[in-house]
């Protein structure tokens, strides 16, 4: 009889279903993994180095290259940080901007993942759904600060600046006219909060439609149902945040239990598993999606009622206007101050975490009273989850492994930062 | 939660002893400074007794250079801010050659953040590492397993030894990796760079060509503001 022996395989670095740069070198016996070793690093960039060479400012733009389908939530974690060190708070009408857009943020990472993990184990059309809505809430992103993903929206004591009055609208071209220019504009007349308006009404069904292609699937219960079941003490020991967490069952928000922003005053629900499984963990996301509208709506009605500043007025922290700057020479000498020396931030250490859509996204900052970040540490969700995965797919079948890295929502800027 | 923050500090004191070197609390949170002999035994203490059943975050941390700014902001001057951008020392903005090298003191730190589920807290412990050249402290891999590649992580960077660690591999640097490269006195430039060589036939190693470069000298102004504030918040101790 022949000798039967377990060999090792290699998966990725170039392969569509690793989400990234993901090397994996798995120890089969046959089809079943007896043993995963994630080789991380192929992304790294050293951004908590370089942010320790740059005034604080000029690293915001770094955040949202970490995570790059949640862009803002790595902003404000970031921020939140530079301003509990300063001892500043950005004004209520910033913080409600940020919640929104933070919840914007969770939809646009979730739709991206369940595109991507739906891919992954063979459901090809959600991809091009999910995508269609993708794209009318990153336009938002771009009405709002210019750029489809990298923003920069988010800064030290508010936001760059309020949403705008009118909401961007096609033009016509030899393609787009007509009544097609019209229906792509249909949403677009008024402001933008008229927009989140109408996304949000049509939102409901459109994750009612990602539902009805998957949640009663043979075939995409059979890839997930009881695959990579983590228990709740476990994920709890593995240090497991976000739907992650959830999805095992423990009820923790850091939405809910360590409110900031403007999540103390809007309305949500926490939805948690119950086995722990993948399938558990994409029922939690999908109705995470329908919890992230609900927070949108009721943050556009604030914001349509209570007008107001959306950045604090101090100009130690604050470049001033363009106008002021024009004839006021104290604004010109503090735009040149925070342009080329950025400003100093007291001594002190602090550690921002934000409920980013993947977990627990922290900014670490120790500062030595200097205009640079002595020490910045990024507490990436994915970084933990990924060092799990061992754990995880052991036992499992190869074809199981696409679906745990699908439901850690790997990406890999944040954990290879 | 704010209530059971402003208790923390006085049942860390009861919890910990004499284990705690200083028990200090600021607006962004506790901190306890442990000795490195005990390292482990305090974060056991705070797992079993005061409820911390996560590990979040795990980092190491490199004190060298720390308050030290590089362009005099006390006085008047006969030179400019931009003359502070050829200044030396600093992070970043030296070769490997020029690199600082005698440094003593208490140069590394590991700092873990945890929290507790079941009271709703954050905790943070700090623990200096006794020795500059060998960098070495226990691994907690054994009391929260999420230790793991926070660990391996802070290996990588700092060169830290986490003794006890059951796997201290590099994690996020290049294959055949030299260095630490979250050191502060590792160029921010690097030593190495990448090209494919069309002689060889592939791509190699050869010294960095980039010179090292930094548009804005790192500068420490006092401001009466932030007075109080950081009287405690300082975090060296």
Redesign the interface.
Known sequence: MAEIRNYTMNFGPQHPSAHGVLRLILEMDGEVVQRADPH??LL?R?T???A????YNQSIGYMDRLDYVSMMCNEHAYVRAIE??L?VEAPRRAQYIRTLFDEVTRILNHLMWIGTHGLDLGAMALFLYAFREREQLLDCYEAVSGARMHATYYRPGGVYRDLPEQMPQYTETPWTKGDDLKRVNEWREGSMLDYFDAFSQDFYDRVDEYETLLTDNRIWKQRTVNIAEVSAERA????F?GPMLRGSG?A?DLRK??PYAAYDEVEFDIPVGTNGDCYDRYLVRMEEMRQSNRIIQQCVKWLRENPGPVMIDNQ?IIAPTREEMKDDMESLIHHFKLF???Y?V??????A?VEAPKG?F?A?I?S?????P??L?L?APG??H???MDEMVRGHMLSDVVAVIGTQDIVFGEI?? | ?LEKSAMLPDRLRDTLGDLALDIFE????V?AEVAASSWVECCRLARDELGF?????L?G??YLS??E?EWDTDDATSET?SRGIEGDGG??RFDWAGRPTNVSGQRFAV?A?LLS?SN?E?L?LRCKVPDDEVPAVASLVDT???A??FER?AFDMFGIIFEGHPDLR?????YGFIGH??RKDFP?IGNVEVRYDPEKGRVIYQPVSIEPR?L?P??????S??GQ??AK???RG
């Open positions: 991380i690093g790294h050293g908590e180095k370089l320790e060479s740059k005034p509990s060190l001892g709890i020991e593995l240090g945040s423990v923790w239990k360590q130690k080329t020396e950025g100093c007291p001594e002190g250490e602090s550690y975490a627990e922290a670490y120790i030595d009273g200097s205009n640079k002595f020490r540490h507490r970084f933990v990924l060092a799990a290879d930062r | 939660m600021a607006p962004t949170g901190t059943e996560q590990l979040v975050d980092c941390v490199d720390y308050g700014d801010f992070p970043g700092v953040h589920i709703n954050r943070r929260w397993p999420s793991n590649w992580e590099r994690l996020l640097t290049d490269p979250f921010l930094v804005v790192k500068v420490i102004r006092s401001d503001r932030y504030q950081s918040g300082g975090s």
